[in-house]
């Protein structure tokens, strides 16, 4: 082989890994760039997350409360909208009135006092506060009734068990306030929903109408003997009169 010849091939074996290093070379920065734009972009995420999360956690007892309210009296209302409309008794329409413009009231107290602390609260009901308005609103006559007053017996009693937690043990001045000046409210609210669901269960039983079938027949035996006794004084009376005229005659 000659001497040219032999230089060549060196000059080509020397090319080829010269070309082979700065290859690998690229091929390492790829990686490497590669590698850190997913960490980077990983880490960025992550702490995104975490600082979601970490605003969630800081939300404070008064804040969730406000918030629950919020939801709570717009399902109030509405449902106190339905009962006005479709209830089958004057008592629940009645009922579902008052919830109306009761929960009105205290919602947009709520709305001024978080507004004054710079929170935003809920516009919408949740889904379970829907999912319980349609339920209502496909019902019609007693199935509403009873359904009705159920849901909002049990309302109450979680919304004053609450409300005085609040009350009593709020941080936030405002919140803690509200609370107390609201309470006497949804305790009123519980007390008439009681009185129509023990109403509503006597109807059902029969014995609200024996009830009042047994308190006539006691109003009429009482008047009937008021009757008989004044009669028998003025009998009494008239008689001892005109006894007592003859002689002085």
């Not at 600082?51 to 970490?54: D, L, R, T, V």
């Not at 919020?70 to 008794?89: D, I, N, P, R, Y």
């Not at 107290?109 to 006092?113: G, I, M, R, S």
């Given at each position: 082989?000659?001497?040219?010849?032999?230089?060549?091939?060196?000059?080509?074996?020397?090319?080829?890994?010269?070309?082979?290093?700065?290859v690998a070379a690229g091929a390492g920065r790829v990686v490497q760039?590669?590698?850190s734009g997913k960490t980077e972009g990983g880490t960025s995420t992550n702490a995104n997350a975490n600082?979601?999360?970490?605003g969630a956690a800081r939300m404070?007892?008064?804040?969730?409360?406000?918030?629950?309210?919020?939801?709570?009296?717009?399902?109030?209302?509405?449902?106190?909208?339905?009962?006005?409309?479709?209830?089958?008794?004057d008592e629940v329409r009645q009922f579902g009135q008052r919830m109306v413009d009761d929960h009105s009231k205290a919602g947009d107290?709520?709305?001024?006092?978080a507004s004054g602390k710079g929170w935003t609260l809920?516009?919408?009901?949740?889904?379970?506060?829907?999912?319980?308005?349609?339920?209502?609103?496909?019902?019609?006559?007693?199935?509403?009734?009873?359904?009705?007053?159920?849901?909002?017996?049990?309302?109450?009693?979680?919304?004053?068990?609450?409300?005085?937690?609040?009350?009593?043990?709020?941080?936030?001045?405002?919140i803690k306030s509200f609370a107390s000046r609201t309470l006497p409210v949804i305790q009123e609210h519980l007390q008439m929903i009681q009185r129509i669901h023990d109403k509503m269960a006597l109807?059902?039983?029969?014995?609200?109408?024996?009830?009042?079938?047994?308190?006539?027949?006691?109003?009429m035996n009482t008047n009937s003997n008021k009757g008989k006794g004044n009669k028998n004084k003025n009998s009494n009376s008239n008689a001892n009169s005109n006894s007592n005229t003859g002689p002085v005659v």
């Open positions: 082989m000659s001497r040219n010849t032999t230089s060549g091939a060196l000059l080509a074996l020397a090319s080829c890994a010269m070309l082979a290093v700065v760039n590669t590698n600082a979601n999360k970490g404070s007892s008064d804040e969730k409360f406000a918030d629950a309210a919020a939801v709570g009296g717009m399902e109030e209302v509405q449902l106190g909208q339905l009962a006005a409309q479709k209830g089958a008794s107290d709520l709305k001024q006092v809920p516009a919408a009901l949740d889904a379970k506060a829907q999912a319980d308005v349609q339920k209502l609103s496909a019902l019609s006559g007693d199935k509403f009734d009873k359904e009705y007053v159920s849901m909002m017996l049990k309302d109450h009693k979680k919304d004053v068990a609450e409300f005085q937690k609040e009350s009593s043990g709020g941080a936030d001045a405002d109807r059902k039983s029969g014995n609200l109408t024996n009830a009042n079938a047994g308190g006539t027949s006691s109003n």
